[in-house]
């Protein structure tokens, strides 16, 4: 069963981008695989798949399909999909307005009842420019 969820239309925009520059088929699909853990509530990871994987569903957002495993549709379950592109981050972003805050020294104000936040790095996609030397 798939999830109430919301993408917005800068994470679809991401989704969208991320199929179409993959070089994969144009039947392709964005995989995200969503795990609870942290101190945001949720880490996560994807990839560009020519199908799904066995148990995942497809959800169609807006003509593109995203494939979701089990696990993934089950905390996805209200949360809103979005994307923050900032000089500071860059990538999808999870609010789930249900979520208690995190009582950790690290998240600064815990009195405030703001959505929790994940978020994907996309700095990990970057093709290294170090120049090559031979020996």
Do not use: H
């Amino acid at each position: 069963m798939l999830p109430n969820w919301t993408v917005s239309p800068a994470a679809e925009k991401f989704i969208r981008r991320m199929v179409k520059f993959s070089g994969m088929p144009a039947s392709a699909g964005f995989r995200l695989i969503v795990t609870a853990g942290g101190c945001s509530g949720y880490s996560s990871e994807f990839t560009v798949e020519a199908q799904p994987a066995p148990g995942d569903e497809v959800a169609d957002v807006n003509g593109i399909k995203v494939f979701l495993p089990a696990e993934t549709r089950l905390l996805l379950d209200g949360v809103i999909v979005d994307f923050a592109d900032t000089p500071t981050k860059s990538g999808l972003t999870f609010v789930n307005p249900n979520a208690a805050p995190c009582a950790c020294s690290s998240s600064g104000d815990t009195t405030s009842s703001a959505p929790t936040l994940a978020k994907i790095e996309i700095g990990s996609i970057k093709v290294s420019s170090a120049p090559r030397t031979t020996a």
